[in-house]
């Protein structure tokens, strides 16, 4: 148990709708990171999130969002879904340090019907 | 970011060590080797991490080399459960992201 607890773990859903993902990170830790697997593209980085702000963003698109709350917990917001978004949406939490490691929750799998 | 080239995939026999082999000639001065593994669909688990030092914990020791350019995982005692996707990563210092490339599909066999 990595002490990152992502909801839901699965997701059926319909193109064009929008769906909410959501992660609460291990205790102490203060930044969140999202990162997407499909089958064709791997794991990719798409955002994370320090103390509530920004930090850092890679290849998430603009139907795609993110925020972290005051409790530090987070969540991904998708629109207008795509059967391309398919995929397992996995978070993964730090305390922040560059040199301290990322710990990952089990994922959310999302399907686009 | 720097890149890394693992072998697609290596067998191993249980209770035998295994040694996954990782080039990364581009590394910089300040960025650390990481060593994830994912079982099947779930969330990558992490292994070990280094900068320049040999390391090692509960689940594996880490070899740099000393020119850091390439580095091994090594599993002393690999059991099934081992059986894995292994990815090794080069985290860039001034970054928080990592960088997954195609890993090494690890198969253990009794």
Not at chain 1, 17 to 35: A, F, K
Not at chain 2, 79 to 96: E, S
Request: hydrophobic share 30%.
């Amino acid at each position: 148990d990595s002490g990152v607890t992502q909801t839901p773990k699965h997701l059926i859903t319909a193109t064009g709708q929008r769906v909410t993902l959501r992660c609460s990170p291990r205790s102490g830790d203060l930044s969140v990171y999202w990162y997407q697997q499909s089958l064709d593209q791997g794991l990719q980085f798409l955002i994370q999130y320090y103390n509530g702000e920004e930090r850092a963003k890679g290849n998430i698109l603009e139907r795609f969002s993110a925020q972290q709350f005051p409790d530090l917990h987070s969540e991904l917001n998708l629109s207008s879904l795509e059967l391309g978004d398919s995929a397992l949406y996995f978070c993964a939490s730090s305390p922040g340090a560059f040199t301290k490691p990322q710990h990952f929750g089990d994922g959310t799998r999302l399907s686009i019907l | 970011d720097a890149k890394t080239t693992q072998p697609p995939s290596m067998d191993c026999a249980e209770g035998r060590a295994a040694n996954l082999p990782c080039n990364h000639s581009t590394i910089s001065g300040n960025e650390y080797v990481y060593w994830y593994r994912q079982i099947h669909s779930q969330g990558p688990q992490y292994i070990i991490h280094g900068l320049k030092n040999n390391e090692t914990n509960e689940m594996a020791s880490l070899i740099i080399t000393e020119d850091r350019k390439s580095s091994t995982l090594i599993l002393p005692h690999a059991t099934l459960r081992d059986t894995a996707v292994y990815y090794c990563i080069v985290r860039v210092g001034n970054t928080d992201k990592l960088i997954f490339g195609t890993g090494t599909r690890l198969q253990v066999f009794p």
